[in-house]
């Protein structure tokens, strides 16, 4: 009898344990960690700083830089599979951030904010990226779908914990939440160095594969959203892209992302200036709807399955645009910080319906491999973040934060707006 290979042996395991332990991997930690810090924390710590000394046109410029570091995440790809430096890219991007999250707090020059930003989110970014290399370098592609939902769940899971973080200190312990950022990443840095193997084989050809960001939308440093690259060859190939579908929806979704982009990087700030609620409050609000966000993409999938991804993400983005409306509308009322926080909740629980919708479109309307269009749609993510984050300082400057709502509302309504003109394949439409 001949024996068993790892591969035969690791998949008859997993597909024969019931227990969710046989999913989850020790280094799973880090990328709670990495949620906590990258979606959590340094969402609400930076624009809060950058604010107390600066202008909201400078806090716009630290968000932008900050998410910009998106933009190279197929940079660490190619090191790690040329280099088979895994282990060393995890760790040495958690003390990355760590290092410019303790700097960052030193420092009182806009350009230097900068940055910093963008240099210690490109070390969350190079620790993202490696995680999907791990599962998909290592496991056979059976377990490829389910392992990847236990490490978006630890990721929305470290995001939670990160704003609850944030709103037990409140405005006053600003510098402790930097330190408290900074000693999660050098934790997540020895766990990585402890744990995690570099794969022997290299990666093999990735397929679409549907999972969808759990956490909340304006960040762009999940493992999910740094799966898919932009391929330079389909930016090479544009004229086959514009005369699509697609390139309608992606112009679509870039008013959309950046319209709640902007709102989402001067989000505490907004909320302080606009409604008199203390971070704490926010932050506190902000763990509430990420926490129930996550309970909603089951039935978000469901839906989408019923009626099309295409229905399900235009309704979402109206839902959303009308909850930003209402938000600007009620600004100058009194009000109360409960309703504020309720309508929050809405818009940040539509994000569940649309990362789930808006994914599955793109693929649909996709006239190439489903990968690549993914990964051109998560460079428009990221483009748009980077637009909404400078755009809305420049607004909030110009005409005051409560313009900043009014431009959110727009922007995600002209997307929901475009998606009347969308004319879709049957099988994306339903």
């Given amino acids: 009898m001949s024996e068993q290979s790892p591969f035969e042996s690791t998949l008859h395991q997993s597909s024969t344990s019931p227990s969710w332990r046989a999913w989850i991997e020790p280094w799973y930690a880090v990328y709670a960690l990495l949620g906590a810090v990258s979606a959590g924390l340094l969402p609400i710590l930076i624009p809060l700083f950058v604010h107390q000394q600066g202008t909201a046109a400078e806090v716009g410029l630290v968000m932008a830089a900050l998410n910009a570091s998106g933009l190279l995440a197929p940079l660490w790809s190619w090191l790690a599979d040329r280099y088979r430096w895994h282990r060393q890219i995890i760790a040495g991007g958690m003390a990355l951030t760590a290092i410019g999250t303790t700097i960052f707090m030193f420092v009182t020059n806009a350009v230097l904010w900068a940055v910093i930003a963008l240099l210690l989110n490109l070390g969350a970014i190079a620790a993202a990226t490696i995680a999907n290399l791990l599962i998909i370098e290592r496991f056979p592609r059976t377990e490829w779908d389910e392992r990847l939902g236990w490490l978006q769940t630890a990721y929305g899971g470290g995001q939670v914990f990160g704003l609850l973080i944030t709103a037990f200190l409140g405005q006053t312990d600003l510098r402790m939440g930097f330190g408290i950022t900074a000693l999660c990443c050098f934790i997540g840095m020895g766990i990585a160095w402890r744990f995690v193997r570099t794969p022997s084989a290299a990666r093999p050809t990735i397929p679409l594969l549907r999972h969808h960001p759990k956490h909340t939308d304006g960040m762009f440093s999940s493992p999910y959203q740094l799966l898919h690259h932009l391929n330079p060859t389909l ?87 009308g909850a930003c409306a209402l938000l600007w509308l009620i600004g100058n009322v009194s009000v109360g910080f409960v309703p504020v926080i309720t309508i929050f909740i809405i818009i940040v629980l539509s994000w569940s319906f649309i990362s789930v919708s808006a994914t599955d479109l793109t693929a649909l309307l996709s006239p190439v491999e489903g990968g690549e269009s993914i990964g051109l749609f998560n460079a428009i993510s990221a483009l748009a973040n980077i637009i909404g984050a400078s755009l809305g300082g420049w607004i909030a400057v110009q005409f005051g934060y409560p313009a900043v709502i009014a431009w959110a509302a727009l922007g995600v309504a002209c997307g929901a707006a475009g998606t009347y003109i969308l004319r879709p394949p049957p099988q994306a439409a339903s």
């Fill in 235 to 321: 930016i090479c190939n544009r004229n086959g892209i514009l005369t699509t579908p697609l390139s309608v929806w992606l112009g679509v979704w870039l008013l959309a992302a950046s319209g709640a982009g902007s709102f989402f990087a001067l989000y505490p700030i907004v909320m302080q200036q606009v409604f008199s609620i203390a971070p704490s409050i926010a932050a506190g609000g902000f763990a509430v709807a990420a926490a129930l966000g996550l309970l909603l993409y089951a039935p978000a999938g469901d839906l989408m399955h019923r009626i099309g991804p295409l229905a399900v993400v235009r309704y979402a983005l109206i839902v959303r645009a």
